[in-house]
């Protein structure tokens, strides 16, 4: 619904400014959108968000990709770097695809999701404690916060995270609740920064010793079964 009211993607920047003008009472905004080349529709677009950035009044973070096949590093063009901070966006996939951990540094950069907390102490390798599948958080269409569908006050003191959920736009990444928007997995790296809970792999030892008391633990289980004075006999209809 979005790019069709827009024509297609890339969007608009000037409707992103539009938007980023209807959330100066959110606490802190995040744009997972890549700004690295001048827009398609020419300077006025580019200087329209330009203009959006600098006024706005929160912190307001912007990606930096690292592409790992040209070794180029793809940052905001500087117009729009007056008042934003920059962040890398890349996670890390597992063996098996799924994204559950991300490094909070990379060369000069930091974490997308981290700027927004950055006197928070993080280690340099973050698990991701994801507190659910897709859609976990409330989740709006851009077109609903350009249009003004959305009242301002939903914003208020909120963090909002805006980027590609769509699958054609091929930022989907699989994780331990199956697949989800790169945008959705940076609030989650920014929930698992901010409750502070950071998640750490078990030691070889640990993991012998949980097996060794998981596998007491379920005979004690079946000799107390085997005990009780109760018998349950399955009717099937």
Request: aromatic residues 10%; glycine residues 10%; proline residues 9%.
């Amino acid at each position: 619904e979005t790019r069709t009211a827009f024509e297609g993607w890339p969007l608009p920047r000037a409707a992103f400014g539009e938007v980023l003008g209807r959330l100066h009472s959110a606490s802190g905004v995040a744009i997972d959108v890549a700004f690295s080349n001048r827009s398609a529709r020419g300077p006025d677009d580019d200087m329209a968000l330009g203009l959006a950035i600098q006024q706005f009044p929160k912190p307001l973070v912007l990606p930096v990709q690292f592409d790992a096949r040209g070794g180029q590093v793809k940052q905001p063009l500087g117009i729009f770097l007056a008042q934003g901070l920059m962040g890398f966006v890349n996670v890390l996939a597992s063996q098996d695809g799924t994204v559950r951990n991300v490094e909070m540094r990379k060369g000069a950069y930091s974490g997308f999701a981290s700027q927004l907390l950055p006197d928070t102490l993080v280690p340099p390798l973050l698990r991701i404690n994801y507190i659910g599948p897709e859609k976990t958080f409330p989740t709006i269409p851009f077109i609903d916060a350009y249009k003004g569908v959305v009242p301002p006050e939903f914003f208020d003191g909120k963090i909002v995270f805006i980027g590609a959920t769509a699958p054609s736009l091929h930022d989907i990444v699989e994780t331990p609740f199956g697949l989800m928007p790169g945008v959705e997995v940076h609030a989650n790296i920014f929930t698992t920064i901010r409750s502070g809970e950071f998640l750490k792999p078990l030691t070889p030892a640990f993991a012998y010793l949980l097996i060794l008391f998981s596998a007491v633990l379920g005979a004690l289980l079946i000799l107390t079964i085997a005990r009780l004075p109760v018998l349950i006999v399955a009717l099937v209809a």
